[in-house]
């Protein structure tokens, strides 16, 4: 089911992007052509938001337009710090977008300047963090709402940004290296708003100093996490090839 929620959403995105990009190219003086609907190219990539590719169009020097999809359980990290303790974290991607990519100095002589380009758009955000972190050894101890628990045991749950369409907004490189193949990296951002949190305790830890039982505390760092301004945003950073038809 999701798939096919993937395909709709690129659909609807590809026929809204185009119009948009005609309306550029009337704008800008030049005649629409039908083969400006054939791409122009295609990319692989790689990044924060796993490994995929994406269809590419030009409709002019100045305006490009990306569709694409990123996907897999890679990660660049085996942990996420989450409320000023780690985790350990298996993340699962995927992600659907359309974005417009604007070359200010796409009609320039200077190949690298030909290259920069800053990128506004849409992507449909349906991505899980599995968060795991335990304490192996019955003498040592964890944080949870920055109260230490001791015991065997730990926390366990959740992170997800679920069926959420979210704006982008990014800066790239894209230089080519011949008339057919290039490289690019691009870094950015979606607001995806606040995900949805669940954490559960398992084990045996219980706190000797008379604090809160684990089960609170639990509770009160899944609300700190899902109320915290800087998860409404989820990073990006990818780079790959790209061939040019």
Do not use: C
């Amino acid at each position: 089911m999701k798939v096919f929620k993937l395909l709709a959403v690129s659909v609807a995105l590809t026929t809204s992007g185009l119009a948009m990009a005609d309306n550029q190219v009337v704008r800008s003086g030049n005649v629409f052509e039908a083969n400006q609907l054939i791409p122009t190219g295609v990319r692989a990539e790689v990044g924060t938001t796993g490994y995929g590719g994406a269809v590419l169009w030009t409709a002019n020097p100045y305006v490009g337009l990306a569709l694409g999809y990123n996907g897999g359980d890679i990660s660049w990290s085996d942990d996420l710090s989450i409320n000023g303790t780690k985790y350990d974290a298996e993340m699962d991607n995927n992600v659907a977008y359309l974005n417009a990519e604007i070359r200010p100095w796409g009609a320039s002589d200077n190949l690298w300047a030909q290259g920069l380009y800053m990128a506004a758009g849409v992507g449909y955000v349906d991505t899980k963090y599995d968060l795991d972190k335990r304490n192996k050894n019955a003498q040592g101890s964890i944080e949870v709402n920055n109260v230490a628990y001791t015991g065997l045991g730990g926390v366990r749950g959740t992170q997800k940004y679920e069926n959420d369409f979210a704006p982008y907004v990014g800066l790239g490189f894209a230089p080519k290296i011949n008339k057919n193949w290039g490289v690019f990296g691009e870094v950015g951002a979606y607001y995806t708003g606040n995900p949805s949190v669940n954490l559960e305790n398992y084990g045996t830890l219980t706190n000797s100093g008379g604090g809160a039982p684990i089960g609170q505390s639990v509770a009160a760092e899944a609300e700190k996490i899902r109320n915290d301004d800087k998860y409404e945003w989820l990073p990006v950073g990818k780079v790959g090839v790209s061939f040019h038809f």
